[in-house]
């Protein structure tokens, strides 16, 4: 089969994070490109959410297992563990509630996949402090009154923040304002400076699901961290 | 069991018997013999892999595409079903009958009862929406169609084809559920209620049997449809289409005329429905709609199903403005259904025209429909 070209970096980058064979759910899946190369390059079997109705419509009419919907209400319908990897590309800076959205996509997952723009960028960081303004870059292209992006975090942030939740980073990577990708686990000190764009593979600590036997059936569920 | 295939050249339809097959019915009550006429468009494959059942509505009939006899219009979904559109007939084999209970050639209270020259009237048997889809798997067993690709419907035709994926899952690779729901509401029954009260305080009615003499109890029924069109649409669909527009007059008459727009409409609307509706058939299938509700046993049907079912594929279809099956209601079988990871696609569709929505020019539902068809198609036939 013929590779199809990403049409955003981090689509590649989030294919190599991702084992053959898996079941898949992608939270704003667009029109299903994102499904489309996994179902391609990953025999993934997929799913996806999708807000904007023209293009859940559209990834429908393309054959994707696609529900219309909002992912700040709607994920709670899916059960524990029903999907071995739970993709949220660029949207966590957009959700009104990143941190519920962060415990419950390692709810229905196994592992989930989060890439976000980092705000601790130099460039960012430069703007604010020369001009005074809010920032606007390209990956941040949208002025401070009209952005969907409500919660802007650095990835220090967001390394805290998986702390705090006994989330296990279990791999990461960065990506320069120049297209250059590095491991960020191996270089935190300048990371947060240098980091444009930032791709993490996460799962939960020591997770042991407690196991229910009944006479028929083996019911898990992954309510308890152990240390 | 003896099945018989003719055609009905008057009702330009086919007819299959089913004679001395003592169907069950979810009542308790056994039919021995009935009849379904339905129509076929576009050629059955050789793998027999192409085949699509259509379900109708509450006042639809066999006559999906081309010309309709009874009424001389076109079919119901004309625009949906034929060559080149979205149910493709150079693709598929598309097939639809009219339900058991119905008044288009199908057994119902307007047919003769087994073995007499007496028609049904008010002895026909209660008929559920299980009813209608286990006859109907009879026939698409006896036209020798071991599964079909696809069950479609809107409405009365989105529980057959949800009731299809619960009771012959094994038969079927997916569903299209438009404008439909795990059950039928408090205020869809209520509605019902109001039409039949319609038909049954006509003094022509006669405890179903106005057939004896050869009557119509048209005031009831005429005013059954006009209520039940009332919920079809939506309040800004008849803004749009008649305002406070008056009726062939340039002032209000101060008396009970039609001065209206939407009066004359209404009255339109009753009125050609009368000619072509049997007032029996509307009582029974209104109450099987009545009577479908797998609000508490959908999901353990899917669940815990000794039929497997882990290979459909759900396609489910809302509108904005439908207010009789209103989008809450889609989702929750959307709901249930990623509960268990089953694949489904939902959408709803932004439109003010209302629960009629899936009848009229909605140029996303024909988008969607085709796609889901043509590419999972394509994925069987690889």
Known sequence: MNKINSIRKDWSLIETLIAEDRKILDIGCGDGGLMEQLENNRNAITHGIELNRDLAANAIARGFNVVHGNAELDLSQYSNNSFDYVILSQTLQAMMKPKDI?????????????????????????????????????????????????????????????????????????????????????????????????????????????????????????????? | MKTKFTTDTKLESEIAYFQNINLKLESGDIIDSFKLAFKTYGKLNADKTNAILVCHALTGDQYVAGNNPITGREGWWSRMVGPNKPID??????????????????????????????????????????????????????????????????????????????DFPDKILNIIHIAGALKHSAQNIAFHEVGRQAIM?????????????????????????????????????????????????????????????????????????????????????????????????????????HNPNNHLKYLIVSFTSDWLFPTIESKMIVNQLNSLSREVSFLEIDTDKGHDSFLLEEPQLDNVIKGFLTNNFAKIDE
């Open chain 1, 102 to 227: 962060l415990s419950e996509l390692l709810r229905i997952g196994s592992k989930a996949i989060v890439s976000f723009p980092n705000f601790g960028h130099w460039k960012i960081r430069l703007q604010l402090l020369i001009s005074g303004r809010m920032p606007v870059t390209e990956s941040l292209p949208y002025t401070w009154y009209d952005t969907p992006n409500i919660h802007f975090f650095t990835i220090k942030d967001f390394l805290n923040l998986c702390n705090e939740m006994n989330i296990v980073i279990e791999k990461s990577i960065g990506l320069t304002s120049k297209g250059k990708q590095f491991d960020i686990s191996e270089s935190i000190t300048g990371v947060n400076f240098f980091t444009h764009e930032a791709i993490f593979l996460l799962s939960y600590k020591n997770f042991e699901p407690i196991k229910i036997k009944s006479s028929k059936k083996v019911f898990a569920k992954n309510s308890v961290i152990a240390n």
């Open chain 2, 89 to 166: 007939t150079n693709k598929f084999f598309v097939i639809c009958s009219n339900v058991l209970g119905g008044c288009a050639g199908s057994t119902g209270p307007k047919e003769l009862q087994n073995g007499s020259d007496v028609a049904y009237g008010g002895n026909f048997p209660s008929v559920t929406i299980k009813d209608m889809v286990k006859a109907q798997s009879l026939l698409i067993e006896n036209l020798n169609i071991e599964k079909l690709f696809s069950v479609i419907g809107g409405s009365m035709g989105a529980m057959q084809a949800l009731q299809w994926a619960i």
């Open chain 2, 201 to 305: 305080s006509d003094p022509i009615w006669k405890n179903g049997k106005y057939f004896e003499n050869n009557e119509v109890p048209e005031r009831g029924l005429s005013v059954a449809r006009m209520i039940a069109h009332i919920t079809y649409l939506s309040e800004n669909a008849m803004h749009r289409k008649f305002g406070r527009k008056l009726q062939s007059r340039d002032i209000i008459s101060f008396g009970f005329d039609a001065d209206f727009q939407v009066e004359s409409y209404l009255r339109y609307q009753g009125k050609s429905f009368v000619e072509r509706f049997d007032a029996n058939s509307y009582l029974y299938l209104t109450r099987a709609m009545d009577y479908f509700d797998h609000d508490e046993t959908f999901r353990k049907n899917i669940e815990f199903s």
